[in-house]
């Protein structure tokens, strides 16, 4: 029903800024959560930053004060504004879809990279 793309991932040096972006195909994109996970190997995916239908957002303690998650309904596309990026931000990051009303729904895309490199 809703299928997220990731773009704009790349090289960055420590401390620059880099702007993923999600868009999602389907209909009734206003109405789902969305979120940004990360994962690197050896490692589970982790949560990074969500935002809710409404607008309401959370950040993983490691990303607080530098990430910043937002919605553009009208494109049916999330954002993630990263800054003073660190090496331990190397990963892949996914963008998912969320929704839980007469059924559960969770789609998530391919991913992204994100290296953090001097």
């Known amino acids: 029903q809703v299928q997220p793309v990731e773009s704009g991932g790349g090289l960055v040096q420590p401390g620059g800024s880099l702007r993923l972006s999600c868009a999602a195909s389907?209909?009734?994109?206003?109405?789902?959560?969305m979120g940004w996970h990360r994962q690197t190997p050896g490692k589970q995916r982790e949560l990074v930053a969500a935002?809710?239908?409404?607008?309401?957002?959370n950040y993983a303690n490691a990303v607080k004060g530098r990430f910043t998650i937002s919605r553009d309904n009208a494109k049916n596309t999330v954002y993630l504004q990263m800054n003073s990026l660190k090496p331990e931000d190397t990963a892949v990051y996914y963008c998912?879809?969320?929704?839980?009303?007469?059924?559960?729904?969770?789609?998530w895309g391919q991913g992204t990279q994100v290296t953090v490199s001097s």
């Open positions: 998912n879809a969320y929704r839980n009303r007469l059924l559960k729904e969770d789609y």
């Open positions: 389907g209909s009734f994109f206003s109405t789902y959560a």
């Open positions: 935002i809710t239908s409404g607008g309401i957002t």
